[in-house]
């Protein structure tokens, strides 16, 4: 599993981070901070669900991720190249981050929720993004933070 930004400025809100907002008045996922049109890729293996856009939450992409069945969600995009039904790869380009729906500023939200929870029933229904990413031997691209 990996990041869904190579780069970014900053991580700017992490999971579990009061927020004042919200169902849980924690975050959900993780905020990373960057340009709008920073290209946006697939986490992990999985099934496009929907790419749905709300006032709150903009322009997002939900995937299924093979294997455990965790729902990943992709949020506050700028726009989205895939499509439902579809299947994805690790790495595999899926989106431009952008500044949709109620944000302040650009970013790119990720947030995994567990497999066969809702998405509103416990802040306990959430992995925190950062703890599932697979650390590899190769340097941290220039730019990205931590």
């Known amino acids: 599993m990996r990041r869904p930004l ?33 290209t946006v890729y697939s986490p992990m293996n999985g099934t496009i669900l929907e790419t749905p856009w709300s006032s709150i939450v903009g322009q997002g992409i939900f995937i299924k991720e093979a294997g455990n069945g ?3 969600r992709l949020l506050h995009l700028n726009a989205e190249y895939v499509s439902p039904g579809q299947h994805v790869n690790e790495g595999q380009v899926i989106a431009a981050s952008g500044n949709t729906g109620k944000t302040t500023g650009p970013h790119c939200h990720w947030d995994v929720r567990k497999a066969g929870t809702a998405w509103n029933a416990s802040f306990g229904n959430y992995y925190d993004p950062e703890s599932l990413i697979i650390p590899t031997s190769s340097p941290l691209p220039s730019g990205l933070a931590p």
């Open 70 to 72: 965790r729902i990943h």
């Open 6 to 38: 190579n780069t970014f400025r900053v991580i700017s809100s992490r999971h579990g981070q009061p927020t004042g907002l919200g169902v849980f008045g924690k975050h959900l996922g993780t905020d990373y901070a960057t340009s709008v049109g920073t």
